[in-house]
Antibody, heavy 124, light 107 residues
Framework: QVQLQESGPGLVKPSQTLSLTCTVS??????????WSWVRQHPGRGLEWIGN???????SYNPSLKSRVTVSVDTSKNQFSLKLSSVTAADTAVYYC????????????????WGQGSLVTVSA | DIQMTQSPSSLSASVGDRVTITCRAS??????LNWYQQKPGKAPKLLIY???SLQSGVPSRFSGSGSRTDFTLTISSLQPEDFATYYC?????????FGQGAKLEIK
């Protein structure tokens, strides 16, 4: 049973960089064929996909955040990380890491495993 | 970006009721549509993938249907633990977008 756990500061100052790490257990982050993702949820709002990474380091990002986002992977620690620069109050949200996994018969990908979420507040 | 629109945004129902939530995509997404359930303070939970496939461990009272632009999630007989918010999500093309959610409340 794969488990994901986010970690990082819960409070970030405006204009600084938000940094979170997701530790994966029960699965190898180097497994072939699926991705590792970050998704956020503003308070009381819906879900927003931030970006994906493959164990090789290949990434894809939401264009709305692309200029500020970096997702990286550390296969030796079975972790992947999120950095979001130049944050404002609008970046206050719960940040989830998740596994983006495919159904082999249809090639449909879905978020099948999630971390518990990490609330990050942007405030001076 | 592909826009996902759910309806209704909120609904009230009773235990035992049959409930249907719809999701419409702004362009054809074939069957690349997933459904999630989220309870307050918890991460989303995958219910249905590829429009109609039931995720392992999810009760059979949940079902999904549809293709191209129109999709439905049906709960055949509501149980107390089903009161939650439901989201659809398209995985046809990046950015992978979610619907705004449908909050299911107890009548």
């Amino acid at each position: 049973q794969v488990q994901l756990q986010e970690s990082g500061p819960g409070l970030v100052k405006p204009s600084q960089t938000l940094s979170l790490t997701c530790t994966v257990s029960g699965d190898s982050i180097s497994s072939d064929g699926y991705y590792w993702s970050w998704v956020r949820q503003h308070p009381g709002r819906g879900l927003e996909w931030i970006g994906n990474i493959y164990y090789s380091g290949s990434t894809s990002y939401n264009p709305s955040l692309k200029s500020r986002v970096t997702v990286s992977v550390d296969t030796s620690k079975n972790q992947f990380s999120l950095k979001l620069s130049s944050v404002t109050a609008a970046d206050t949200a719960v940040y989830y890491c998740a596994r983006y996994y495919p159904d082999r018969s249809t090639s449909c990908y879905f978020f099948d495993s999630w971390g518990q979420g990490s609330l990050v507040t942007v405030s001076a | 970006d592909i826009q996902m629109t759910q309806s209704p945004s909120s609904l009230s129902a009773s235990v035992g009721d049959r409930v249907t939530i719809t999701c419409r995509a702004s362009q054809s997404i074939s069957i690349y549509l997933n459904w999630y359930q989220q309870k307050p303070g918890k991460a989303p939970k995958l219910l249905i993938y590829a429009a109609s496939s039931l995720q392992s461990g999810v009760p059979s009272r949940f079902s999904g249907s549809g293709s191209r632009t129109d999709f439905t999630l049906t709960i055949s007989s509501l149980q107390p633990e089903d009161f939650a918010t439901y989201y659809c999500q398209q995985s046809f093309s990046a950015p992978y977008t979610f619907g705004q959610g449908a909050k299911l409340e107890i009548k």
